[in-house]
C-alpha cells in the first residue's frame, strides 16, 4: 500500500475507485445447508442435478386422455369415454390410455402413458358412469420434462448473493448444500466524545450515535459480518486500543467520525503517526474527508462522522469494493434515469449525492429533495429512496434528466 495520496490533494471517486481495487483480503469458502444460504454469496457455479420438471405433469385439475377422440365434440354429439383410474400427484399410473378411456388426473400428477391432452375437469361432465366431453380437448395442460430446467444445466453463476427465489431454484435443481464464501468480518467503530446510544440519557451537548447502526445493518444485508463496536471517545489510547482489537477479529475496519481537520479528529491523527494511509479525502458531496488506509495490515475506512457523509461514502466506495473483493455481481449499484424537478446546489468539480425521493407521478420518473441537505441530517436518509449520481463536470438545471442511485 502507497501514501502517494496525503497530500493536500482530493482525490475523485474513479481515483479512489481504482486504489482501493489494490487493497486484497483472504476470501475463503465454506459448504452450508441451503436452508442457511440467504443471502450468501455463492463460491461456485450450480448446475441442476435433475431435470424440471422431472417428468411429463399435468398442470390442471382434469382427466387425461387422448386428443383425436375429442375432435368433433359437440353439445348434441358429446364424446363419451370410460374412467379407468384416478392418478393423484405423486403417483404414477399403472393404466395406459387408449382410444375411448380417459383418467382422472391432477395437477402435478404424471401424465399416464398414451394420453396426450389434458382436458380441464370443468370442460367436463359425468353422466350415467361416463365422462362426457362437448368440446375438443386442445394439447395444452401438459408440463414437459425438463421445460423449466434441464439436468445439467448451470442454474446461478458463482458471485450470486442468494435471493429466497433462488433458494426456490436451487432446492428445485435437487441440492441440499451450496458453496459460499465465508463472510468477510467487517468491525464498525464509532468514535466521538458527544456520542450516546439511543436509551440513554442525553446530557449536555451529547447526540444520540446512529451511524453503526446504518452501517451495521447495511453490512449484514449485503451478505458480509459486521461487529459493531462500543462508542469510542475521542482518545488516541482507546482507539489504539479498539484498531488493535479490530484488526484481530476482523478482515476490514469501519470507523465514523474523526477524519477531518478538528482539534479532536483522532482516526486521522493516529493514522497519520500510527498507521498507513493511502488516500485521504475526495471531491465528493457529501463525505469528503474519508481516509483510506491500514491498521497492522488490516484495511481501514474512516469513514466522516456525519450520518449523510458516512452513508453516501460507504454506499458509493466501499460497497462496490466489497462487490469486487467478494466477486459479487448481482448487487452493484442500481441507476436510473430521473428528471430533476427543482433546481439543486451542486459543487462543480465534484460528485454531488443529494438524497432524493424518486417517484413515478403517472407520466415519467421524478426525483426531488424532500429535507434539507446537510450532512448532519439523517432524516434525509431515511426519506430519500435514492441519490442522485452527478458527475464533477456536470451542470444540472430544473428538469433534467439526470442519474439516480436507487437506494434498496
Ligand atoms: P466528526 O467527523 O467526528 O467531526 O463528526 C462530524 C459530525 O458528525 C459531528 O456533528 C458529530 O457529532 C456527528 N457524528 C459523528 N459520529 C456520529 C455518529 N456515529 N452518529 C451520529 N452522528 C455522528
Ligand atoms: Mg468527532
Redesign the pocket.
Known amino acids: 500500500m502507497t501514501s502517494k495520496h496525503i497530500s493536500n490533494y482530493l482525490i475523485s471517486l474513479e481515483e479512489a475507485t481504482d486504489l482501493i481495487k489494490d487493497i486484497k483480503i483472504p476470501i475463503k469458502e465454506e459448504k452450508i445447508l441451503l436452508k442457511d444460504s440467504c443471502n450468501r454469496i455463492l463460491s461456485s457455479d450450480i448446475y441442476s442435478l435433475v431435470d424440471d420438471p422431472p417428468f411429463n405433469n399435468s398442470s390442471m385439475d382434469g382427466y387425461a386422455l387422448i386428443y383425436s377422440d375429442t375432435i368433433g365434440a359437440s353439445k348434441e354429439n358429446p364424446v363419451k369415454l370410460d374412467v379407468i383410474d384416478i392418478i393423484s400427484a405423486g403417483k404414477k399410473s399403472g393404466f395406459k390410455i387408449i382410444s375411448g378411456y380417459a383418467s382422472k388426473i391432477m395437477t402435478g400428477a404424471p401424465i399416464p402413458e398414451g394420453a396426450d391432452s389434458i382436458i380441464m375437469v370443468e370442460k367436463t361432465s359425468i353422466k350415467d358412469n361416463k365422462l362426457e366431453i362437448v368440446s375438443p380437448s386442445f394439447k395444452t395442460y401438459i408440463r414437459f420434462q425438463g421445460e423449466n430446467i434441464s439436468k445439467g444445466e448451470l442454474i446461478l453463476k458463482k458471485g450470486t448473493k442468494l435471493t429466497p427465489r433462488d433458494l426456490g431454484l436451487i432446492a428445485t435443481s435437487g441440492h441440499n448444500e451450496v458453496n459460499v464464501y465465508k463472510k468477510i468480518k467487517i468491525s464498525i467503530i464509532?468514535?466521538?466524545d458527544?456520542?450516546v446510544s439511543p436509551g440513554k440519557k442525553l446530557l449536555p451537548g451529547q447526540?444520540?450515535?446512529?451511524?453503526?447502526l446504518i452501517l451495521e445493518n447495511i453490512v449484514n444485508n449485503l451478505g458480509y459480518k459486521s461487529y459493531r463496536h462500543e462508542?469510542i471517545p475521542?482518545s488516541i489510547d482507546q482507539l489504539r486500543h479498539e484498531l488493535d482489537k479490530a484488526s484481530e477479529i476482523s478482515d476490514v475496519i469501519i470507523t465514523?467520525?474523526?477524519?477531518?481537520m478538528?482539534d479532536?479528529?483522532i482516526?486521522r491523527q493516529i493514522m497519520e503517526k500510527e498507521g498507513k494511509i493511502l488516500f485521504w479525502r475526495m471531491k465528493i458531496r457529501p463525505g469528503s474527508?474519508p481516509l483510506v488506509g491500514e491498521w497492522i495490515g488490516t484495511p481501514l475506512f474512516g469513514?466522516?462522522?456525519?450520518?449523510a457523509?458516512?452513508f453516501v461514502v460507504f454506499y458509493v466506495l466501499i460497497k462496490p469494493w466489497l462487490n469486487f473483493i467478494s466477486n459479487t455481481h448481482n448487487q452493484e449499484i442500481k441507476i436510473i434515469k430521473a428528471k430533476i424537478v427543482e433546481e439543486i446546489k451542486i459543487k462543480p468539480g465534484y460528485h454531488s449525492f443529494l438524497r432524493v425521493f424518486i417517484e413515478n407521478n403517472g407520466q415519467e420518473i421524478i426525483a426531488y429533495t424532500k429535507t434539507h441537505q446537510g450532512?448532519?441530517n439523517?432524516n434525509s436518509l431515511s426519506v430519500s429512496n435514492g441519490l442522485t449520481f452527478i458527475r464533477p463536470d456536470e451542470n444540472v438545471s430544473k428538469n433534467d434528466i439526470i442519474d439516480v442511485i436507487l437506494l434498496d
Request: charged residues 10%.
Open positions: 464509532s468514535t466521538g458527544e456520542l447526540i444520540y450515535e446512529s451511524n453503526s462508542i475521542d465514523t467520525g474523526g477524519v477531518s478538528g479532536f479528529d482516526v474527508p469513514l466522516p462522522g456525519n450520518p457523509s458516512s450532512s448532519g439523517v
